[in-house]
């Protein structure tokens, strides 16, 4: 069903386009906890994200995945970390030094190579 | 007839076109001449080619922000955005106010969060507006969009008046219908004020007068309430910071169930479970991460205080025990099935016989909009509707809005109008059969028109 698209997604995020924690589009996330009444308690967005992030995603690909735009996801990603229901994992360019740990690579090299 | 319309759409718009417009004074003599005004049909054909232009727009946006990885460029975008958003909402006000509102026979079908996030999204203080309990059903695809810029208007006038955050909430009824509250913290209304405007609001919808052309919000709740049958009343809350609460009942022929918005994500869950409907069971309290989660960073949650009402039997009676969510749906009236009924009352004297040779009942080839008993519960005078102080009216007690019988003499639609002026046609155009029919040869069909 096609949702309401004058629903704008400005409102999904009350204008906000930033988050606290530094979510590139290939950080990954993670529900620690699934709790199905925390889901049931969310708004539909936030509870689809939620639900697909169940298995370890990348922002990115939630946003595929849910058809959420790139920027609502982030900020409600953002959101859902604040509140400790989903796990930021750290990527080379969050981590302060900016040194790509070689473990990184090699996963890029087998992506790549997956392709 | 369409000339009696265009009269009364020039008694309607006419005052407001001069005024608020700052059109160039008519002359006097255009004013004495019986033809009715042009403005009404200036208005709607402008508001038409404004819509048309922001629907042309809005998938460009969508478009743009789908993918804007920046978030400066995106927060810019965003303010385009919501200028274009508030633009249609003006367009669409004029069309209501030039009284040639088009029958809306598409749309979007929206569950009521997404009805009231679109009303968010065409008002300048959306960031004002946090989302309370909302009952997990839909508004139909003919009046998502209506029920949307009532909610629109609304919460237009609460943020306008109130500092603090406006509660948006959507409760079932034990009729079947919904009672969506808007809450706010403001100055509050004088409460002789909010008893005028309540009998106002339940009387006839007024011709626009100059000064209803300088406060559009209450005229568009009207005609939009008064169109489908939606009751709209407003409670002010005595001492600092009472703030007024907003009422607004959709009937349950109005209402439909959902299917999941996100159909993708739903096989993914690994304990989904039906949660119908939302937010009355008690959900468990997080840190600001209920279902304001992501509306509002800082806040907390921000469900209605429904007990400081100073009217509790207020509250909408869909309260129910947290502990049995799995029962309830069983339990509930179901909406839809509601307005089917009276279908065999519309029978026609060309066609009178109600069912068929077998027994079953006739189908009549009429649109759902008018066969549904839309109940029109804002009567045409106030002393039809009990919108007094009887407070388990508005609580949705043993009130079937539906069953009342619907009297509406002078809020006849654009669509009656049509309606007659085709029957009109249809008789003149018997009228003149005999003629023709003696002889066929001589009078081409169509002619007698």
């Given at each position: 069903?096609?949702?309401?698209?004058?629903?704008?997604?400005?409102?999904?995020?009350?204008?906000?386009?930033?988050?606290?924690?530094?979510?590139?589009?290939?950080?990954?996330?993670?529900?620690?906890?699934?709790?199905?009444?925390?889901?049931?308690?969310?708004?539909?967005?936030?509870?689809?994200?939620?639900?697909?992030?169940?298995?370890?995603?990348?922002?990115?690909?939630?946003?595929?995945?849910?058809?959420?735009?790139?920027?609502?996801?982030?900020?409600?990603?953002?959101?859902?970390?604040?509140?400790?229901?989903?796990?930021?994992?750290?990527?080379?360019?969050?981590?302060?030094?900016?040194?790509?740990?070689?473990?990184?690579?090699?996963?890029?090299?087998?992506?790549?190579?997956?392709? | 007839?369409?000339?009696?319309?265009?009269?009364?759409?020039?008694?309607?718009?006419?005052?407001?076109?001069?005024?608020?417009?700052?059109?160039?004074?008519?002359?006097?003599?255009?004013?004495?001449?019986?033809?009715?005004?042009?403005?009404?049909?200036?208005?709607?054909?402008?508001?038409?080619?404004?819509?048309?232009?922001?629907?042309?727009?809005?998938?460009?946006?969508?478009?743009?922000?789908?993918?804007?990885?920046?978030?400066?460029?995106?927060?810019?975008?965003?303010?385009?955005?919501?200028?274009?958003?508030?633009?249609?909402?003006?367009?669409?006000?004029?069309?209501i106010?030039?009284?040639?509102d088009?029958e809306q026979?598409?749309?979007?079908?929206?569950?009521?969060?997404?009805?009231?996030?679109?009303?968010?999204?065409?008002?300048?203080?959306?960031?004002?507006?946090?989302?309370?309990?909302?009952?997990?059903?839909?508004?139909?695809?003919?009046a998502?969009?209506d029920?949307?810029?009532l909610?629109?208007?609304?919460?237009?006038?609460?943020?306008?008046?109130?500092?603090?955050?406006?509660?948006?909430?959507?409760?079932?009824?034990?009729?079947?219908?919904?009672?969506?509250?808007?809450?706010?913290?403001?100055?509050?209304?004088?409460?002789?004020?909010?008893?005028?405007?309540?009998?106002?609001?339940?009387?006839?919808v007024?011709?626009?007068?100059?000064?209803?052309?300088?406060?559009?919000?209450?005229?568009?709740?009207?005609r939009l309430a008064r169109k489908h049958g939606i009751?709209?009343?407003?409670?002010?809350?005595?001492?600092?910071?009472?703030?007024?609460?907003?009422?607004?009942?959709?009937?349950?022929?109005?209402?439909?169930?959902?299917?999941?918005?996100?159909?993708?994500?739903?096989?993914?869950?690994?304990?989904?479970?039906?949660?119908?409907?939302?937010?009355?069971?008690?959900?468990?309290?997080?840190?600001?991460?209920?279902?304001?989660?992501?509306?509002?960073?800082?806040?907390?949650?921000?469900?209605?205080?429904?007990?400081?009402?100073?009217?509790?039997?207020?509250?909408?009676?869909?309260?129910?025990?947290?502990?049995?969510?799995?029962?309830?749906?069983?339990?509930?009236?179901?909406?839809?099935?509601?307005?089917?009924?009276?279908?065999?009352?519309?029978?026609?004297?060309?066609?009178?016989?109600?069912?068929?040779?077998?027994?079953?009942?006739?189908?009549?080839?009429?649109?759902?909009?008018?066969?549904?008993?839309l109940?029109a519960?804002?009567?045409?005078?106030?002393?039809?509707?009990?919108?007094?102080?009887?407070?388990?009216?508005?609580?949705?007690?043993?009130?079937?809005?539906?069953?009342?019988?619907?009297?509406?003499?002078?809020a006849?639609s654009?669509?009656?109008?049509?309606?007659?002026?085709?029957?009109?046609?249809?008789?003149?155009?018997?009228?003149?059969?005999?003629?023709?029919?003696?002889?066929?040869?001589?009078?081409?069909?169509?002619?007698?028109?």
């Amino acid at each position: 069903m096609m949702p309401n698209p004058w629903v704008r997604p400005y409102v999904l995020t009350a204008g906000r386009t930033r988050t606290k924690q530094r979510l590139l589009v290939e950080t990954l996330v993670s529900v620690p906890r699934y709790d199905p009444q925390v889901a049931a308690s969310l708004l539909p967005e936030s509870r689809a994200l939620y639900e697909l992030a169940g298995r370890t995603m990348s922002i990115a690909e939630l946003s595929a995945h849910s058809k959420i735009a790139l920027g609502v996801t982030r900020v409600l990603i953002g959101d859902l970390a604040a509140n400790h229901l989903v796990a930021v994992h750290a990527t080379a360019h969050s981590d302060r030094d900016n040194i790509i740990p070689s473990l990184t690579l090699e996963r890029i090299r087998n992506g790549l190579a997956a392709l | 007839m369409v000339s009696r319309w265009r009269q009364r759409l020039a008694r309607r718009l006419d005052p407001a076109a001069q005024s608020v417009q700052q059109q160039p004074a008519p002359e006097p003599a255009q004013l004495e001449r019986p033809e009715p005004s042009a403005w009404p049909i200036v208005c709607h054909q402008f508001a038409l080619r404004m819509l048309s232009l922001v629907e042309q727009l809005r998938p460009e946006m969508d478009h743009l922000e789908l993918h804007e990885d920046d978030a400066a460029t995106l927060e810019r975008l965003y303010r385009v955005d919501h200028g274009i958003t508030r633009l249609r909402r003006v367009a669409g006000y004029l069309q209501i106010l030039s009284g040639a509102d088009d029958e809306q026979l598409t749309g979007y079908r929206s569950s009521l969060v997404d009805v009231i996030r679109e009303a968010e999204s065409a008002i300048e203080h959306y960031k004002r507006v946090n989302i309370g309990r909302v009952a997990e059903l839909g508004v139909v695809e003919y009046a998502a969009k209506d029920v949307a810029w009532l909610v629109a208007a609304l919460i237009d006038n609460a943020t306008a008046y109130s500092p603090a955050a406006v509660v948006v909430s959507a409760h079932l009824l034990d009729n079947g219908g919904i009672m969506m509250r808007i809450e706010d913290s403001g100055i509050g209304i004088d409460p002789r004020r909010v008893e005028n405007l309540n009998a106002v609001l339940a009387g006839a919808v007024p011709d626009v007068t100059d000064d209803i052309a300088r406060h559009t919000g209450f005229p568009i709740i009207h005609r939009l309430a008064r169109k489908h049958g939606i009751r709209v009343r407003l409670a002010s809350r005595p001492g600092a910071g009472g703030g007024t609460v907003a009422m607004v009942l959709l009937p349950p022929e109005l209402l439909c169930e959902m299917p999941p918005e996100f159909p993708a994500a739903a096989g993914q869950g690994r304990h989904r479970e039906a949660s119908w409907p939302r937010g009355v069971p008690s959900a468990p309290e997080l840190h600001g991460a209920h279902l304001s989660l992501i509306q509002r960073p800082s806040g907390g949650r921000t469900a209605p205080p429904e007990t400081a009402l100073p009217r509790p039997e207020l509250a909408p009676r869909s309260s129910r025990p947290s502990s049995t969510p799995s029962a309830q749906p069983s339990a509930q009236p179901q909406p839809r099935l509601a307005p089917q009924s009276p279908l065999p009352a519309v029978a026609t004297p060309d066609n009178p016989a109600q069912t068929t040779k077998s027994g079953l009942p006739r189908r009549e080839s009429q649109s759902l909009r008018t066969t549904s008993p839309l109940p029109a519960p804002l009567a045409d005078g106030p002393s039809d509707v009990d919108y007094g102080d009887d407070p388990v009216e508005l609580g949705g007690g043993g009130e079937q809005p539906s069953v009342r019988p619907a009297p509406r003499p002078q809020a006849r639609s654009f669509a009656e109008d049509l309606d007659s002026f085709t029957a009109g046609v249809n008789a003149a155009r018997q009228r003149s059969a005999p003629p023709v029919a003696d002889q066929p040869d001589s009078i081409p069909e169509g002619q007698p028109r």
